[in-house]
């Protein structure tokens, strides 16, 4: 279970510091990405978009540092799991827009397969969590999976079953909005 740990802890560090590094280098046009999600008052976005991107770097580097992948791979989780909400948002409002996701060079609409795969992500940093705070040396007060880890964990699978079904509904309703307003 270590190894696998091992591996995506790594692949998971590599992600987090190319997808910062490539955003540093873009800075006006990842604000303009982050301005676009309409969540944020429009004075807190050049601010996070210098900062989000440290964040990111910092993240995947202390993922790639075994003492400190534990605590690293919940805050992996807690930005993918906001990720995640920020693009379900959008597109439960109908809207699509480049995330201003690592491919800067690219443009990458959001999309449900976005969601899902920061999702998907975000357990994966969740396994990562729990590996390795179990295997944490015995201090003072060493993490117990079960104990502590349950309330990320749940909120994990919770966000699973709550954003996932969010496309179906904004699907439908757009479906039910063209029909009663006489288009379909």
């Given at each position: 279970m270590e190894v696998i740990a091992l591996g995506v802890r790594a692949s998971l560090g590599l992600i987090f510091v190319v997808a910062g590094a490539v955003k540093l280098t873009a800075p006006d046009r990842f604000a303009r990405a982050i301005g676009a999600y309409g969540l944020l008052?429009?004075?807190?976005?050049?601010?996070?978009?210098?900062?989000?991107?440290?964040?990111?770097?910092a993240t995947g580097t202390l993922l790639l540092a075994r003492p400190a992948a534990g605590l690293a791979a919940l805050a992996a989780a807690a930005l993918l799991a906001g990720f995640a909400v920020a693009v379900a948002l959008n597109l439960a409002r109908g809207r699509r827009f480049d995330c201003g996701c690592a491919g800067l060079s690219g443009s990458r609409t959001i999309s449900?397969?976005?969601?899902?795969?920061?999702?998907?992500?975000?357990?994966?940093a969740t396994f990562v969590a729990v590996v390795e705070l179990a295997a944490a040396p015995e201090g003072p007060r060493a993490p117990s999976p079960t104990a502590e880890m349950l309330p990320v964990m749940v909120t994990a699978w919770t966000a699973t079953v709550l954003v996932a079904p969010l496309g179906e509904?904004?699907?439908?309703?757009?479906?039910?909005?063209?029909?009663?307003?006489?288009?379909?």
């Open positions: 008052p429009r004075r807190a976005i050049p601010v996070l978009a210098r900062v989000l991107p440290l964040l990111e770097i449900w397969t976005l969601v899902a795969r920061n999702v998907l992500l975000a357990g994966a509904t904004a699907r439908l309703a757009r479906r039910l909005d063209h029909v009663i307003g006489g288009r379909g």
